[in-house]
């Protein structure tokens, strides 16, 4: 079943996630340590909070993705640190 408008607001009601685009650095580093955004269950799977969705199910995948996103640090323009 599809994620709702409504379960994506109340995610972002409950984790703080309004605008990203002007959110502190500071808050958002708390946000990612509130697993705000994804989390590790209990089988050692890094899963989106709001969907489920598994992302990495090892080590080796995981580094795989921080590779990936990585690249998208050339791709993005710097913006002033809130």
Known sequence: ??????EIKEH???FGLHDMSTM?????Q?????GALF???????????LSGEIFAT???????MIEHLK???SKM?????L
């Open 39 to 49: 989390w590790i269950d209990h089988h050692d799977f890094v899963r989106s909070t």
């Open 71 to 73: 690249e998208y640090l």
């Open 77 to 81: 323009t710097s913006s002033p640190e």
């Open 58 to 64: 090892n080590k080796e995948q995981l580094e795989v």
């Open 24 to 28: 502190p650095t500071a808050e958002y």
């Open 12 to 14: 972002y009601d409950q």
């Open 30 to 34: 708390q946000a990612l340590a509130d």
């Open 1 to 6: 079943m599809p994620i709702t408008i409504q």
